[in-house]
């Protein structure tokens, strides 16, 4: 039996007494990439990123491991509930409009103490002040460099579309500002890098784009830490009690953290390990989350049809972002239909194999995204469930 063919049959022996569709996490495997990243940080800390795993008690789980050190959380109405559950260093990953949530931060001293939010423009701290409602709790805040990297004069630019900021005295000017206004106080620096950290490098059947992207990639590690390093100490001028420089992400972990300038990384989708993180020559991890559709149609010789499964990720439309047909080994979908809302018909030889009410496992494109479509996961330890957890959805949060 091949190893996946074991890990199949270990899914279905575990999940035999469940009804089909369900989502798992292979505690084993994710375990295992909690080890693998906390080897690759080399030391410094990883702040999780909650996005990427969207389940309370595996945020707990993971950041009860040594190398783990604070959350990086994806809105602010997530940040506050985080923070009211226990977590006591929550960074907010994005800029945000929340008035209602901003009220709330200022009035409690608690949550003020815990959570940290990102700005990037003198607007944003307008808005923060108009919505204190009297809260006069000081704001903890973190500043975001952009980290893309621009050629020919600027008319190249590769990298996220997020902060405006680019230069480390942009940063400056805007940590003034944050310290001229009372109730505020600049206490990190986020610069994520995600033309590199999100971005594989070893594209199946690509070997000429692999290799234009190593070439990039290379260039922008090179450039952003002469550039990171210059911004942290530019802020640091004026704001001598920083207290962290983030950066990074799962697929830049080890480049990262060889920066000296940088204390903390950020990581989360290398826990579940999707399918857009098999691309990367730096590290291999093991696929942890999975979801099992049930088997509800055979249509005809080499056919079989699942209930739903059409759960595409974010980001631009395209194959890539279409979850996979995992186990058993040998299906794909129809080029006429792929993945649907109701129905996925899945072709190959394998196809003969599997009965009515059988189990064909997938692996979706990105990590947390796959716990809105499920409100709990049930936990694998070997062959047998060792407990199910709510997902976020199943707590009846859906924060975005």
């Given at each position: 039996m091949?190893?996946?063919?074991?890990?199949?049959a270990?899914?279905?022996?575990?999940?035999?007494?469940?009804?089909?569709?369900?989502?798992?996490?292979?505690?084993?495997?994710?375990?295992?990439?909690?080890?693998?990243?906390?080897r690759?940080a080399?030391?410094?800390?990883?702040?999780?990123?909650?996005?990427?795993?969207?389940?309370?008690?595996?945020?707990?789980?993971?950041?009860?491991?040594?190398?783990?050190?604070?959350?990086?959380?994806?809105?602010l109405?997530?940040?506050?509930?985080?923070?009211?559950?226990?977590?006591?260093?929550?960074?907010?990953?994005?800029?945000?409009?929340?008035?209602?949530?901003?009220?709330?931060?200022?009035?409690?001293?608690?949550?003020?103490?815990?959570?940290?939010?990102?700005?990037?423009?003198?607007?944003?701290?307008?808005?923060?002040?108009?919505?204190?409602?009297?809260?006069?709790?000081?704001?903890?805040?973190?500043?975001?460099?952009?980290?893309?990297?621009?050629?020919?004069?600027g008319?190249?630019?590769?990298?996220?579309?997020?902060?405006?900021?680019?230069?480390?005295?942009?940063?400056?000017?805007?940590?003034?500002?944050?310290?001229?206004?009372?109730?505020?106080?600049?206490?990190g620096?986020?610069?994520?890098?995600?033309?590199?950290?999100?971005?594989?490098?070893?594209?199946?059947?690509?070997?000429?784009?692999?290799?234009?992207?190593?070439?990039?990639?290379?260039?922008?590690?090179?450039?952003?830490?002469?550039?990171?390093?210059?911004?942290?100490r530019?802020?640091?001028?004026?704001?001598?009690?920083?207290?962290?420089?983030?950066?990074?992400?799962?697929?830049?972990?080890?480049?990262?953290?060889?920066?000296?300038?940088?204390?903390?990384?950020?990581?989360?989708?290398?826990l579940?390990?999707?399918?857009?993180?098999?691309?990367?020559?730096?590290?291999?991890?093991?696929?942890?989350?999975?979801?099992?559709?049930?088997?509800?149609?055979?249509?005809?010789?080499?056919?079989?049809?699942?209930?739903?499964?059409?759960?595409?990720?974010?980001?631009?439309?395209?194959?890539?972002?279409?979850?996979?047909?995992?186990?058993p080994?040998?299906?794909?979908?129809?080029?006429?239909?792929?993945?649907?809302?109701?129905?996925?018909?899945?072709?190959?030889?394998?196809?003969?194999?599997?009965?009515?009410?059988?189990?064909?496992?997938?692996?979706h494109?990105?990590?947390?995204?796959?716990?809105?479509?499920?409100?709990?996961?049930?936990?694998?330890?070997?062959?047998?469930?060792?407990?199910?957890?709510?997902?976020y959805?199943?707590?009846?949060?859906?924060?975005?």
């Open positions: 091949t190893p996946l063919a074991s890990d199949r270990r899914y279905d022996r575990a999940t035999a007494h469940l009804e089909a569709p369900l989502a798992v996490v292979d505690l084993d495997a994710f375990d295992a990439n909690a080890d693998d990243l906390v690759r080399g030391g410094k800390p990883i702040r999780v990123a909650s996005k990427s795993v969207r389940c309370r008690a595996l945020l707990e789980r993971v950041m009860a491991r040594d190398g783990f050190r604070g959350l990086m959380s994806f809105t109405a997530e940040s506050l509930w985080l923070a009211r559950a226990g977590f006591d260093d929550v960074l907010l990953a994005y800029p945000s409009a929340d008035r209602a949530a901003y009220a709330e931060l200022a009035a409690d001293p608690k949550l003020a103490g815990a959570v940290t939010v990102m700005v990037d423009d003198p607007a944003q701290l307008d808005l923060i002040d108009a919505a204190r409602d009297g809260g006069r709790e000081e704001i903890r805040v973190c500043l975001e460099l952009d980290t893309s990297l621009r050629m020919l004069g008319r190249v630019r590769i990298g996220p579309l997020r902060s405006p900021l680019h230069d480390p005295a942009q940063l400056a000017e805007l940590a003034r500002s944050v310290a001229r206004r009372p109730g505020f106080r600049v206490v620096l986020m610069a994520y890098e995600g033309h590199v950290a999100g971005v594989g490098d070893a594209v199946a059947g690509r070997p000429l784009r692999s290799r234009a992207i190593r070439l990039m990639q290379a260039a922008a590690r090179r450039e952003l830490a002469g550039r990171r390093a210059a911004a942290v530019a802020v640091r001028a004026v704001a001598p009690g920083l207290a962290f420089v983030n950066g990074g992400g799962t697929g830049s972990v080890q480049h990262t953290a060889a920066e000296d300038a940088v204390t903390e990384i950020a990581a989360g989708s290398g579940y390990q999707p399918r857009l993180f098999d691309n990367y020559t730096s590290f291999s991890g093991r696929p942890a989350a999975l979801f099992g559709q049930p088997v509800v149609r055979r249509p005809g010789v080499g056919v079989v049809t699942v209930l739903g499964g059409g759960y595409p990720a974010s980001g631009v439309a395209g194959a890539d972002r279409l979850p996979v047909p995992y186990l080994e040998g299906l794909r979908y129809d080029a006429q239909e792929g993945p649907g809302e109701v129905q996925t018909p899945l072709l190959g030889s394998a196809a003969d194999d599997l009965l009515i009410g059988d189990t064909v496992w997938f692996r494109a990105k990590a947390g995204e796959m716990c809105e479509r499920f409100a709990e996961l049930h936990l694998i330890e070997g062959d047998r469930v060792v407990a199910t957890v709510p997902t959805r199943g707590e009846g949060r859906t924060f975005l």
